[in-house]
């Protein structure tokens, strides 16, 4: 019987949400599990609609797909399927629903930064009573300049948020040519080198697509203020680590507050571990509370439209790995 599959187990799935979703496609059977291959792998050949993370290539080529709704807003498995492009499924991803939670953990870490909260509490754990250092005051960040790399639902509250603290903000897009109340100037991928000097703070909040990678590299380094601070909630293979931990040695700028890595986890013998001028997270920005209950919700408000013949919200543009509407 054709089937939908929620790559989560029953017991993490909010009952109401069950409901709606038999509701809206009782002529589908309705299955949850966290490992379709080891329960059933039989099974996903009847599989029409999925949601979850990164789905297993098995489900993606299975023939019968429809749609796929990823969890996540990053797409990076569609460059593991050998032409992807040609798959006949419909994919879309949970864009949006990471606004809140990636705003605030990007300004954690900067503001962990510039108040020397590492510091401090290192002080605590070591029970020492330690003032800053004579002409090393801490600092703030009104009046700075911020740069943000991928300005879609994210980086609007990013952009929101630094307006609060009286930041001027510089976005870069795709299409520049869609604005944001929240940034003062936005512009194309192409002008990012000329707008490298004049950033304290470089946000990169890029998805991950075949001309990403690397867009952070030594060069993009050697251009920064001494004194900038590098956010990268993004994807890790958007920066050259072999190059940033140079930047981060030489002084070529102040620091970064890493979420996302080129290999994850992060190995034991990354540099990035020893430097101080550096805070490191395992990829966690995205984390709430209601993960699950918010991006099964777009699943079923998505469901309702596919049913009825409706455009998708977040549907996937396979050419450029993102959704266009942010």
């Not at 080529?61 to 399927?81: P, T």
């Not at 070529?252 to 013998?269: Q, V």
């Not at 777009?298 to 050419?319: Q, T």
């Given at each position: 019987?054709?089937?939908?599959?929620?790559?989560?187990?029953?017991?993490?799935?909010n009952?109401?949400?069950?409901?709606?979703?038999?509701?809206?496609?009782?002529?589908?059977?309705?299955?949850?599990?966290r490992?379709?291959?080891?329960?059933?792998?039989?099974?996903?050949?009847?599989?029409?609609?999925?949601?979850?993370?990164?789905?297993?290539?098995?489900?993606?080529?299975?023939?019968?797909?429809?749609?796929?709704?990823?969890?996540?807003?990053?797409?990076?498995?569609?460059?593991?399927?050998?032409?992807?492009?040609?798959?006949p499924?419909?994919?879309?991803?949970?864009?949006?629903?990471?606004?809140?939670?990636?705003?605030?953990?990007?300004?954690?870490?900067?503001?962990?930064?510039?108040?020397?909260?590492?510091?401090?509490?290192?002080?605590?754990?070591?029970?020492?009573?330690?003032?800053?250092?004579?002409g090393?005051?801490?600092?703030?960040?009104?009046?700075?300049?911020?740069?943000?790399?991928?300005?879609?639902?994210?980086?609007?509250?990013?952009?929101?948020?630094?307006?609060?603290?009286?930041?001027?903000?510089?976005?870069?897009?795709?299409?520049?040519?869609?604005?944001?109340?929240?940034v003062?100037?936005m512009?194309?991928?192409?002008?990012?080198?000329?707008?490298?000097?004049?950033?304290?703070?470089i946000?990169?909040?890029?998805?991950?697509?075949?001309?990403?990678?690397?867009?952070?590299?030594?060069?993009?380094?050697?251009?920064?203020?001494?004194?900038?601070?590098?956010?990268?909630?993004?994807?890790?293979?958007?920066?050259?680590?072999?190059?940033?931990?140079?930047?981060?040695?030489?002084?070529?700028?102040?620091?970064?507050?890493l979420?996302?890595?080129?290999?994850?986890?992060?190995?034991?013998?990354?540099?990035?571990?020893?430097?101080?001028?550096?805070?490191?997270?395992?990829?966690?920005?995205?984390?709430?509370?209601?993960?699950?209950y918010?991006?099964?919700?777009?699943?079923?408000?998505?469901?309702?439209?596919?049913?009825?013949?409706?455009?998708?919200?977040?549907?996937?543009?396979?050419?450029?790995?993102?959704?266009?509407?942010?």
């Amino acid at each position: 019987m054709a089937t939908i599959l929620l790559l989560r187990n029953p017991d993490e799935v909010n009952p109401d949400q069950i409901s709606a979703i038999r509701d809206l496609a009782p002529d589908h059977e309705l299955w949850m599990t966290r490992k379709p291959l080891d329960e059933n792998p039989d099974r996903l050949k009847e599989v029409e609609f999925s949601a979850g993370f990164k789905p297993p290539h098995e489900l993606i080529l299975n023939g019968r797909l429809k749609w796929h709704h990823a969890f996540s807003a990053g797409m990076d498995w569609m460059w593991e399927i050998e032409d992807y492009m040609s798959l006949p499924m419909v994919l879309t991803n949970s864009s949006g629903i990471h606004a809140i939670p990636m705003s605030e953990h990007t300004f954690a870490l900067i503001l962990a930064h510039e108040r020397t909260l590492t510091k401090i509490i290192r002080n605590q754990i070591k029970g020492t009573w330690e003032g800053t250092a004579p002409g090393a005051p801490m600092e703030t960040i009104a009046g700075k300049t911020m740069l943000i790399l991928g300005v879609g639902a994210i980086g609007k509250r990013v952009a929101k948020l630094a307006q609060a603290h009286d930041i001027k903000i510089l976005g870069i897009r795709r299409q520049p040519e869609i604005g944001c109340e929240f940034v003062d100037e936005m512009h194309g991928r192409e002008q990012l080198d000329e707008l490298l000097p004049r950033a304290d703070y470089i946000v990169s909040l890029l998805p991950s697509t075949p001309d990403s990678r690397h867009i952070l590299g030594a060069a993009q380094f050697e251009l920064m203020k001494p004194s900038a601070y590098l956010v990268n909630l993004g994807r890790g293979m958007h920066i050259d680590e072999d190059a940033l931990i140079a930047a981060l040695k030489n002084g070529s700028i102040k620091g970064a507050g890493l979420d996302t890595y080129e290999i994850e986890p992060l190995p034991e013998d990354s540099e990035l571990w020893k430097l101080d001028n550096v805070i490191l997270s395992p990829h966690c920005s995205g984390d709430q509370p209601d993960y699950t209950y918010e991006a099964l919700s777009l699943f079923i408000k998505n469901l309702k439209r596919f049913r009825n013949g409706e455009s998708l919200i977040n549907e996937i543009d396979k050419g450029m790995g993102y959704s266009l509407t942010h």
